[in-house]
């Protein structure tokens, strides 16, 4: 996933080991950890960790992951702090939001290869993401997806701001129901996205057996077909019964002054991809622009893409990040702290602003 970091940020797996850089020759241990990665640089860095498959961002930065059992995790600390010490062993860096949950799939309970106890309760878990639009209706805004593939369904949760973390809840009126569920055994999904268009899609494997050949017998895997379905798959996009999507104009072909213009669009998918393009054409023109919408928009999302794209084009001043300081959106003072920290040297007074908030 593309971070306001300017970085990209992949999930480890369940393997961890040794990575390496091409570019630099770097090799890096991520074992229990995640990475993060500038694909122009070949510069890698590990993150707290791990996740299994998929990893989720919300507005404003902060990172979510899951693994089979485990739905909804929050990353409350970042591994590159608490690293600076050696001797402190701070634990687990993973809030966990939604810990096994209890399902109700739709489709008939099939018989099982292994956890033949955990039917109906969450086991395979990934694909998470954060609905970052208001198209299928604000009460999603925020929200998180996972993908269920061995119940045939996707889970939906509802995150409430806790101290420095979160918890989650079930959404009004899904008590005892899905989100997304489907009769069909074969209904296999496993990734969700925040289209730019506002729309929620959901990739579906498809598949007769999710299970990993690893954990089925030899004598009960000659009676199954484990690559049926490998010719299929498909992709629902979810829209609104009434309302429209949003249209979405093709980035690539814009101006540097448009492409600007595109951040102050409610959808955090095509407001990432604008930056991402912004900090690649590395054009400084939209300096100014950027500057200016840091100053004067009235959404504090916007203000947070156009602090982080100057960093990423190294025209962050201490100016740029005395406003982001000052602002009533805690989102943005956070990432503005986070910036901070590489001028304290040269600009002291970001140092005294910081301090205030221990108030």
């Given at each position: 996933?593309?971070?306001?970091?300017?970085?990209?940020?992949?999930?480890?797996?369940?393997?961890?080991?040794?990575?390496?850089?091409?570019?630099?020759?770097?090799?890096?241990?991520?074992?229990?950890?995640?990475?993060?990665?500038?694909?122009?640089?070949?510069?890698?860095?590990?993150?707290?960790?791990?996740?299994?498959?998929?990893?989720?961002?919300?507005?404003?930065?902060?990172?979510?992951?899951?693994?089979?059992?485990?739905?909804?995790?929050?990353?409350?600390?970042?591994?590159?702090?608490?690293?600076?010490?050696?001797?402190?062993?701070?634990?687990?860096?993973?809030?966990?939001?939604?810990?096994?949950?209890?399902?109700?799939?739709?489709?008939?309970?099939?018989?099982?290869?292994?956890?033949?106890?955990?039917?109906?309760?969450?086991?395979?878990?990934?694909?998470?993401?954060?609905?970052?639009?208001?198209?299928?209706?604000s009460e999603f805004y925020g929200n998180a997806f996972v993908c269920e593939p061995v119940h045939d369904l996707v889970l939906r949760t509802v995150l409430e701001p806790n101290g420095a973390t979160?918890?989650?809840?079930?959404?009004?009126?899904e008590e005892q129901s899905e989100f997304l569920s489907s009769h069909d055994n074969w209904f296999r999904p496993v990734q969700v996205r925040t289209g730019p268009d506002g729309a929620l899609y959901?990739?579906?494997?498809?598949?007769?057996?999710?299970?990993?050949?690893?954990?089925?017998?030899?004598?009960?895997?000659?009676?199954?077909?484990?690559?049926?379905?490998?010719?299929?798959?498909?992709?629902?996009?979810?829209?609104?019964?009434?309302?429209?999507?949003?249209?979405?104009?093709?980035?690539?072909?814009?101006?540097?002054?448009?492409?600007?213009?595109?951040?102050?669009?409610?959808?955090?998918?095509?407001?990432?991809?604008?930056?991402?393009?912004?900090?690649?054409?590395?054009?400084?023109?939209?300096?100014?622009?950027?500057?200016?919408?840091?100053?004067?928009?009235?959404?504090?999302?916007?203000?947070?893409?156009?602090?982080?794209?100057?960093?990423?084009?190294?025209?962050?001043?201490?100016?740029?990040?005395?406003?982001?300081?000052?602002?009533?959106?805690?989102?943005?003072?956070?990432?503005?702290?986070?910036?901070?920290?590489?001028?304290?040297?040269?600009?002291?007074?970001?140092?005294?602003?910081?301090?205030?908030?221990?108030?």
């Amino acid at each position: 996933r593309w971070g306001l970091d300017n970085w990209i940020h992949c999930a480890n797996g369940d393997s961890g080991g040794s990575i390496n850089s091409s570019k630099t020759g770097e090799t890096m241990d991520i074992s229990g950890r995640d990475l993060r990665i500038q694909p122009d640089t070949g510069a890698m860095d590990a993150e707290s960790g791990m996740t299994q498959f998929g990893i989720a961002f919300d507005d404003w930065g902060s990172r979510f992951g899951c693994a089979n059992w485990l739905p909804v995790w929050h990353y409350a600390l970042d591994d590159r702090y608490m690293r600076r010490n050696p001797h402190f062993s701070p634990g687990n860096p993973r809030e966990y939001v939604v810990e096994q949950a209890a399902l109700f799939p739709t489709s008939k309970t099939l018989t099982r290869f292994n956890d033949f106890e955990h039917v109906n309760r969450s086991t395979s878990t990934c694909g998470i993401e954060i609905y970052r639009d208001t198209v299928l209706g604000s009460e999603f805004y925020g929200n998180a997806f996972v993908c269920e593939p061995v119940h045939d369904l996707v889970l939906r949760t509802v995150l409430e701001p806790n101290g420095a973390t979160f918890s989650g809840h079930r959404a009004p009126g899904e008590e005892q129901s899905e989100f997304l569920s489907s009769h069909d055994n074969w209904f296999r999904p496993v990734q969700v996205r925040t289209g730019p268009d506002g729309a929620l899609y959901v990739v579906d494997m498809y598949r007769q057996v999710i299970e990993h050949p690893e954990y089925i017998s030899k004598e009960t895997q000659a009676k199954l077909n484990l690559r049926a379905g490998d010719d299929k798959g498909r992709i629902y996009r979810v829209v609104p019964v009434h309302g429209e999507l949003r249209s979405v104009p093709k980035l690539n072909e814009l101006s540097t002054a448009d492409l600007v213009t595109q951040l102050e669009s409610p959808n955090g998918t095509l407001r990432d991809m604008a930056h991402q393009l912004l900090v690649e054409r590395a054009d400084n023109t939209a300096v100014e622009p950027l500057q200016n919408l840091l100053r004067t928009s009235a959404s504090p999302q916007t203000r947070l893409h156009a602090l982080n794209i100057l960093e990423g084009l190294n025209a962050l001043t201490a100016d740029d990040l005395a406003i982001a300081l000052a602002h009533e959106s805690s989102g943005l003072r956070r990432n503005a702290i986070r910036l901070a920290a590489a001028q304290l040297n040269d600009a002291p007074e970001l140092g005294e602003a910081m301090l205030k908030f221990l108030d």
